[in-house]
């Protein structure tokens, strides 16, 4: 069809933008086999590294001796600490702000931990090289208890920071102490609770789980000595970030390092860090001459690279007897390991856990967290989640449910109380945070409408009393959630990596003929930012997305951005793709006016042109805008459609949604069924609904994998006990719940489009309902709170206890 | 190590190849054949990011040794599409239905379904459900792979329905 016989409705289709479920262009090489992941790299010459590990998780090491190893035919060298040493790489530092050991140098600290880094021919004599290492350990006690961290005489595991008494976020009173986080008005808060009517505490623990994505974590290094450049691929959430780092750490200029991050087969805050694989892999390149390769195997991946939460959350609420809560309380033992490696910006130790007020209006509240060292693996990632926000809305969820119960009050009617109210917003928050926009009653009642709450909590009623009567051996639970995320990190004023801040990027270049290329600085793991992107661009330019190829990962063409995780991809990227996009339409204006030789002020913008107003037929499409570009524009423009955007949100964005879970519990089993999964989430103004509910999908997947199995756990002996596919719960398609999926849309007022972002929210919202669900079977019981996960055996365990198993 | 030489069916076309008798499927499939569709996830056989299929059924390449492959017929994703470039009914219905976001599962659950299709063409939500029990997604909570798949059981029965009449 012909341009000009379009209706507007018929061209704004063909765009593709905002709003329309576009089909993801991600999908064709990826159906057909052709993705281009690390481990599907091979570049000539190219060497294979592989770790010598710990098997104890406090140990010194006496010696180590890799002449065998070294032997072996194939095996090219074999790194230790003291290789490391001279060059100041054995350790480095954390985006917390601590130092983590490369290499072991004097002691290993946990199981799994990196001794040493043998380079062959390839994986397989690597692997048996690394076999014929021989490490000699002195065993020392080990330390898995954070509750035991601070005892006088725990051991002490960080030799390396004898004497120091501050930490990168104040006093260190202990030596396995790390650091204390507070804030809050305290005096306030004890006043408040002193007052209170009635009060709840409870010991909530969000257990140490593991992002798991299916692509572990890998690397290929390569060293051009000649030319003085290093390119490294990698698994990288966050390659610009890398690229700097990799600079401080080597010294060699950050524009002689090519970091590019290919397809990266799922991330879920497991990418965000860097980890002794790749300096190992970039020193071994450095050294030898030639690419090196290392890729962690699924065990590797589970015990040593970026565990999330092990957050021991002491909650404490006081409200009214009718049900208004009138103060928070907190205190967080937070482990975070062996070093403290957690992916937050650098200002916030404990991520932003002070969202942990909710939704709720809360006159004050205090929290504190104290961090302390384990003989566990460093991390602390943000697994789908913004920094620690899981954790916070997991713990508020819990403490409203539990003070439900003491209150007798229906939890749905208890939070319905205690709403920040639409007319408060923007609101700020008893702990510091300035809300964007909500509308919580509304969402809650559409949810409530959706799943016939009312008739729900009937039937749990008739149930109850149907096995109090012997009639049947279920028990039946309603989990409510109602969360409020804090996401789209962040305001370069409070937030920062590594002194770098968190604003981030796009560029555009329109081509001569109308379609363009557009470059940011963030990196899809599978959230479909060459299909989303586009579609920003298509409805702020007014070219079809189709005609748009956007481009990520590459820091050589890219421009610099904090890359993908803590949902700030739309928050901030995608502001910054709108603000791009107003940038050209702004030059397109310009260039439009000269050609139809009127004033700008005299054209009005239509989908994809530019239209003299009182006389539409007089018009300028973006396509003949685009070539008049190149070659005809008013005197004193440049030539060319190009435009680039370097975003600093002025605030969060605070996604939220109303979930309702039911299950059914067989109480001789423990065996729970998920009967109904509806989840209602308003991320704002909506970009891609296919994919949001994909997001949504994908997200409750894994919160039901928290909530119900998902645990690293240590023995007494400091050995990793869920560190395979085989212990650590992925769910299968079988276990997998059905999702039911809502929305309201509440845009954000500070976003351009309104966006707020959406791929987290489901996890943070997700492991509460479910928790509530199963701690909801048994609220009519004489048990207050049952810690995750929910599986089988645990379930059963309190049947057991109550008396129910028959 | 001494190396044995192979000779199997790659996706139609005869190979041969010499191996040593440890190497795995997987890596021949991926560093010898540079058929870099089935992925490495777990290498213990649980995530099934790695399947294929040989001699009719569907196997976890990372726990399969390349000399067991001897004589074989083996199909890897890259041999889905017809020779002329049209999709599979499943490559269509994961991009019709938005079965897949990161990708690295994917060629092996479509594999997996493809397989799956020929042993039940009609399968309800709980056959494909346990059909696909092997092959683990961190993205997608499933819901839309058991959408494409049955996508894909529609249009290939539409298909020979038509061709029957």
């Not at chain 1, 404490?316 to 937050?344: N, P, Q, S, Y």
């Not at chain 1, 700020?428 to 809650?444: I, K, N, R, V």
Request: contains cysteine; glycine residues 8%.
């Amino acid at each position: 069809m012909s341009d000009a016989a379009m209706t507007v409705e018929e061209r704004e289709a063909n765009l593709k933008g905002i709003g329309c479920s576009r089909k993801r262009t991600e999908d064709a090489r990826f159906i057909q086999g052709k993705g281009n992941y690390v481990d599907d790299l091979k570049l000539p010459g190219m060497l294979f590294g592989d770790f010598v590990r710990s098997p104890y998780g406090h140990a010194r090491i006496k010696s180590i001796d890799a002449s065998a190893a070294l032997a072996l035919p194939g095996v090219k060298a074999v790194l230790t600490a003291a290789d490391l040493k001279p060059l100041n790489l054995h350790y480095m530092p954390t985006l917390a702000g601590d130092v983590q050991a490369v290499l072991a140098e004097d002691k290993v600290l946990f199981q799994n931990q990196e001794v040493a880094f043998v380079i062959a021919e390839d994986r397989y004599i690597a692997a048996d090289a690394a076999e014929l290492v021989e490490v000699d350990y002195e065993a020392l006690p080990v330390l898995v208890d954070p509750f035991r961290s601070m005892d006088p005489d725990a051991p002490v595991l960080r030799e390396d920071l004898a004497g120091k008494t501050e930490g990168a976020h104040g006093a260190r009173r202990h030596h396995n102490h790390i650091f204390t986080w507070d804030v809050g008005d305290k005096e306030a808060t004890d006043q408040a609770f002193a007052q209170a009517e009635v009060t709840i505490k409870e010991l909530i623990t969000y257990p140490r789980v593991h992002p798991a994505p299916m692509e572990t974590c890998a690397c290929v290094a390569s060293m051009d000595k000649i030319r003085g450049e290093l390119t490294v691929y990698g698994t990288f959430q966050a390659p610009h970030v890398v690229r700097t780092v990799a600079s401080l750490l080597s010294t060699i200029p950050e524009h002689k390092i090519h970091v590019i991050a290919p397809d990266i087969g799922g991330g879920f805050g497991n990418k965000v860090g860097v980890y002794p694989g790749y300096v190992c892999s970039i020193v071994a390149s450095i050294v030898l001459g030639v690419p090196v390769k290392w890729v962690e195997d699924r065990m590797e991946n589970l015990s040593a690279t970026a565990f999330a939460r092990d957050y021991h959350m002491t909650a404490e609420l006081a409200a009214t007897r009718d049900g208004r809560i009138t103060a928070i309380r907190a205190h967080v033992l937070a482990d975070h390991g062996a070093f403290d490696a957690c992916a937050d910006p650098s200002k916030w130790p404990a991520g932003f856990f002070n969202i942990c007020t909710g939704s709720y209006d809360v006159p004050t509240a205090y929290v504190a967290v104290d961090g302390v060292y384990t003989n566990k693996a460093p991390g602390g990632v943000a697994y789908r989640c913004s920094f620690r926000v899981t954790e916070a809305a997991y713990m508020i969820e819990r403490a409203v449910d539990i003070l439900a119960k003491k209150l007798a009050m229906d939890p749905v009617e208890l939070r319905l109380k205690n709403f920040i109210q639409p007319h408060q917003f923007p609101y700020q928050s008893a702990l510091g945070w300035e809300y964007d926009s909500g509308d919580y009653p509304t969402a809650m009642k559409k949810a409530m409408e959706a799943t016939s709450y009312a008739a729900l909590r009937a039937e749990q009623q008739e149930r109850r009393a149907a096995f109090a009567r012997g009639e049947t051996r279920e028990l039946m639970g309603i989990g409510v959630a109602f969360f409020t995320e804090i996401v789209g990190a962040g305001p370069t004023r409070n937030c920062d990596i590594l002194g770098v801040g968190m604003f981030d990027s796009c560029e555009i270049r329109i081509h001569p003929t109308g379609a363009a290329i557009a470059r940011l600085g963030t990196k899809s793991q599978g959230q479909a930012h060459e299909t989303t992107y586009a579609q920003i661009l298509a409805t702020e330019i007014g070219i079809p997305a189709d005609d748009i190829m956007i481009e990520e990962g590459n820091t050589d063409t890219a421009p610099y951005g904090l890359g993908t995780y803590g949902s700030r991809s739309t928050p901030v990227a995608g502001a910054a793709a709108a603000r791009v996009g107003r940038k050209i339409r702004d030059k397109a204006r310009k260039i439009a006016a000269h050609l139809l030789e009127v004033g700008e002020d005299d054209l009005e913008f239509e989908v994809d042109r530019f239209k003299v107003k009182g006389l539409p037929e007089r018009q300028k499409n973006m396509k003949e805008i685009a070539w008049a570009a190149y070659n005809n524009v008013p005197e004193g423009l440049e030539l060319g459609l190009e435009a680039v955007d370097y975003y600093d949100p002025p605030n969060m964005t605070y996604p939220f949604g109303a979930y309702i879970c039911v299950v059914d519990i067989d109480a001789d089993t423990g065996v729970t069924k998920v009967r109904r999964f509806y989840a209602l989430d308003d991320c704002g103004t909506r970009i891609n609904p296919m994919v949001i509910e994909g997001q949504v999908h994908g997200g409750l997947t894994e919160a039901f994998a928290i909530a119900m199995g998902q645990e690293i756990r240590y023995d007494e002996g400091g050995n990793v006990m869920g560190a395979s596919f085989m212990d650590y719960f992925v769910p299968t398609a079988v276990e997998t719940p059905v999702w039911e999926t809502d929305h309201t849309v509440t845009p954000s007022p500070h976003h351009p489009i309104g966006a707020k972002g959406v791929g987290e929210s489901p996890n943070v919202g997700g492991v509460p309902a479910f928790s509530n669900a199963v701690n909801d079977a048994f609220a009519h019981l004489d048990i207050t709170h049952i810690q995750m996960p929910h599986d089988h055996w645990r379930t059963w365990k309190v049947c057991e206890k109550l008396g129910l198993v028959g | 190590m001494a190396k044995t030489q192979i000779t199997l069916a790659l996706n139609g076309r005869q190979v041969e190849a010499l191996v040593e008798p440890r190497t795995l499927l997987i890596h021949f499939l991926r560093e010898q054949m540079l058929l870099t569709g089935a992925h490495i996830g777990c290498e213990t056989s649980h995530c099934g990011a790695c399947t294929v299929d040989m001699d009719g059924k569907s196997v976890k390449s990372c726990t399969v040794f390349a000399v067991q492959a001897e004589g074989a017929q083996i199909a890897t994703v890259e041999g889905l599409a017809a020779p002329d470039g049209t999709l599979h009914a499943l490559q269509e219905g994961f991009a019709e239905m938005h079965g897949l976001q990161c990708g690295f599962c994917t060629p092996g659950m479509l594999m997996r379904a493809q397989r799956l299709l020929q042993e039940n063409p009609d399968p309800s939500e709980a056959e494909i459900r346990m059909g696909i029990s092997g092959n683990l997604c961190r993205c997608t909570g499933y819901q839309n792979i058991v959408k494409a798949i049955r996508y894909a059981a529609d249009k290939m029965n539409a298909a020979q329905k038509e061709a029957a009449e």
